[in-house]
């Protein structure tokens, strides 16, 4: 194989992140003198803002190479990966620690600065320059903490040992491939609209239509703030097994913070497009956002809070500190100095109106938002303000949230009942029939059907504090179920309503011109000209799944129980029956049950339980829970087992088993209504999209066009496919030390598998590219 | 005035099909290496591409900043930003838009969507009004530079097109 000659690659990574900080130093000061209306400058700008980018990639793509061929060397290297690593795991651990994770975080930055450069060409010319010197400040900031606090490339003090430390093994995981990627694109995404809010602010170009470009990638940050937190919700619910899917941790709650405030956003701004008021709201929530995204980074890589996946503690955090108290300082100084500009020249004129109804639903969002962040810094506030040390646990959120959660959901379904400005008696009596119609039949129907069916409306629950508050939120969350279920029909109804109205004023338009659109047709006419509106609707559609899927919490059964090889156990519905358990790999001649990779597996052994459920008698399926004992980590894992169904997952958890008798002790749980989350942000994720897809006349574009957009996005969809399967291929190219035999059986098909994976994704890699490259702007009308 | 050989460089560069071709290049490059001589390898024919990229990049920064580049055609295009009043029709007419929907789908009253419609369309109009007039002075300009271009004789125009583009001197002056 080739390779860099040995002696190098350590410092010329560090010479290269140097080089990121110049060449971000440079662009900031060329973008700043552009800001003057110099063309030549602006160009000098973006050529500098495109080969910062690539100065990141070239540092990332040397930080991989130091990867796969285990450079250890490094230090980042030797604690994050060790020989026995798959491909797929050792680029994983590009983002398994911090001082990577940082570098990541840079690139991906870099790669929003790309698009967003390219994207500017020709738009939004005042601006341009400003919003290129902010993304240059916070590419500075980042290689800052990089060359000072977190070099990736740094050396080990001694002579590198022959092999790595290795990944955590509950990072081995292929939620570890996409989780933090996603994540992490929603986080830095949020650095788009922030310098755009700065630009605006720093030019005084404090129009409405700035915030269409804003709204756009706002809505990007918050699609993949939405697939990252849904991400980090499926890994805790399978790999931590610890039964449930959110656990309130400081980090999960750091995660969400943003996404609470750029929701508040995406509906805002709509009040300053439509009346040109809330400019200081909006401008203040683009900025909290990304402050957020800032102060939940810094949470989860300070130390300050114990978390279950916090990074070391390092000395980062100060960086953070700073560099908040920059963007504080900033927005605000900014923003007082353009006051006058940003006053609204309108008011509310009715609570009855739509605007109203935003302002309060972003109240609701904002306050759950501050709730929570509150909430997760209490410990250090009680222990900073009153030397005690006081513990905010999961019962905590889940009382309080319940009732601010069903707020925000009643409010979700009220706001598309009122028109702008004002909304007359008789508008609002048209508008609220079949919703409240379907409010109280749903909660009727809940009411005398949902303890048959396993769901009842009312639910036993202890208190929480002594006293009236503590009283309140027992009864609070008794009825929540009900609540939930009633606003859920509630909600859906409206957006069924939303779409019969919209189809009927089409067809009705369609009759006057003396044309016919069928049903099918007005809805697909309705959706693909009012796509931001309709996908908004499809987005609260997700959510109405996901609150319906939270409600299912309340009917959770959870057991202990220890059994024996043949021994049944009842819980809700399920029969269940312990059939037999294996510890592989096995002494055994025949080898005790064990597969092949079982056995072969040498990094780790496995206990591994089989069990057989029956629902109301009927045979339902297996589960095998396991432990997994790694024994150069020494850690013990346990391996979660799930049968999913429409209504409910069996949830199985093994714990000790005794070797010689094979007696078990297990955590069952029943968890009704889990599906309905995953579906729901599915549905999220669509209706996102549909809202961000790009406005574009058949006419304008032509077929040629249409034909090569669409094998774009088909290409992207395989490729999505592609990334979706690969954690497969991670989890069978975990390389084992094999015994020598095994070594030469099980290689050749890993390495091919391998190759065949990384073609493809190149490949169609490929496509999208020339395909997007072939693309012209004409394309796009919008 | 650059040199001759780094205009053309710059021009060959600048073609849509070599950037192109040099990206499935690097790419097919990367691709067959990583397959012959190991993923790593792949990786590195990758990196050593960026480093030309960003090497190429920061030149062509350089060489803009200091004025010896040509200023492309987009950007000389994109010279002529939208002002703020054009962001603000912008705005009106897509207010106007949602205004129609509105009312299609009976979320506003008749009474309100006269108003509001009479609003957007007079302040569409005031806007449209301060477009033209801040336009005056640029259309007199074309319209004299295309009578002199028209008066010209057929050899001095044709010298003039061949000497026009959108080379650096000849591109539209910056403002200070």
Known sequence: MWSLPQVGLPELGTSVIYGILLCAAYTFAVAVAAGRSKPRLLQAARAGAYATSAMVAFAVLLLAYAFLTHDFRIRYVLRYSDRSMSTPYLITALWGGQDGSLLWWTALLCGYITLTVRWLKGRYRALQPYVIATLMVIVSFFTIVLIFSANPFATTIAVSPPDGEGLNPLLLSYWMIIHPPALYMGFVGCSVPFSFAIAALITGRLDNEWIIAVRKWMLFAFLFLSIGNWLGMMWAYEELGWGGYWAWDPVENAACLPWFTAAAYVHSTMIQERRNMLKVWNIFLICLTFFMTIFGTFLTRSGLITSVHSFAQSSIGNYFIVFMGLIVATSVGLIVWRLPLLRAKTEIEAVTSREAMFVINNWALLGAMSFIAIATLFPKISEYLWQENATVGPPFFNRWLAPIGLVIFALMGLAPLFGWRKTSPELLKKSFVWPLAALFTGAALHLAFGRA??????????????????????????????LTIALAAFNLAVIVQEFARGIAARQSAAEKRGDEESLSVALFRLITKNRRRYGGYIVHTGIVFMFIGFAGAAWNKDKETSLSVGQTFEIGDYTVTYKSARMCPSMQPDGGGCSLEEQSDMSKRRVIAN????????YMGSVSPAQFIYTRQEQTTTEVSILRTFWDDFYSV?????????????????????????????ILIMGTLLSLWPQFSYGRVGVWSLVRTASGAAAGIVFSIWLAMSPSLAYAKTRPRLPEGAAALAAPRALGSEHLGISLALGLGLVVGVGQSLRRRRDFGE | MSEPSSVNFEAFLAKLWVRRGLTVLVVALAVAFGLSHGIATGF????????LLTLGLLWWSLQSLSGKSKLSLDEALSLARPSAEEEQKQSVLRALKDLEFERGVGKISAEDYQELSLHYRSEAKRLMALLDESHAHSKAEVEALSASLLATSPAKQAARTEDSGVAASAAPEEPS
């Open chain 2, 44 to 51: 590195l024919v990758l990196a050593g591409a960026f480093l």
């Open chain 1, 654 to 682: 093994v714990g000790r088993v005794d070797p010689s008798t094979k007696q078990a002790t297990f955590q069952l749980h029943v968890k009704p209504l889990v599906s309905w989350i995953w579906a729901g942000v599915c």
């Open chain 1, 453 to 482: 069916l396993g769901f009842p409306a009312l639910v036993e629950n202890d208190v929480f504090y002594p006293g009236a508050v503590g009283l309140i939120l027992q009864k609070v969350g008794s009825v929540s179920p009900l």
């Open chain 1, 611 to 618: 069990l057989d459920l029956a629902k109301n008698g009927k």
